[in-house]
């Protein structure tokens, strides 16, 4: 049986190492959609109905915004999750992005 595309990010999703964050569009590129990093986006807000669980709060925009934040029970839990990880959060904004960006084409 052939995955859903919300099963292929939601499996990719899994694999981000603590500590690290990918955005919506790295995501899209690695599963030969690029351009589809709204899909991507779309994916995620439904990623608190997958099991086994999802670590949404590593994926940001290309800029290293928290743009998902909402879809959190509580819009500062994103933030905690990645602090917790040793991410430094600014502002909404990850700091020292490049340090902690993870490109499922160049890890996997």
């Known amino acids: ?43 995620m807000s ?7 669980e999802i670590p949404a ?6 800029s ?6 909402f879809h959190f029970s509580e819009p500062d839990l994103m933030q905690e999750m990645l602090e917790k990880e040793g991410v430094v959060v600014k502002n909404d904004k990850i700091q020292n992005f490049r340090q902690h960006f993870w490109d499922p084409l160049v890890e996997l």
């Open 1 to 43: 049986m052939e995955q859903s595309f919300y099963d292929q990010v939601f499996e990719l999703v899994r694999l981000i190492p603590k500590g690290r964050v990918t955005s919506y569009g790295a995501i899209a590129k690695s599963l030969g959609a690029g351009g589809s990093a709204r899909m991507v986006g779309y994916a």
């Open 64 to 69: 290293g915004l928290l743009t998902g934040k």
């Open 46 to 52: 439904n990623a608190h109905l997958a099991h086994p």
């Open 57 to 62: 709060h590593r994926v940001v925009n290309s």
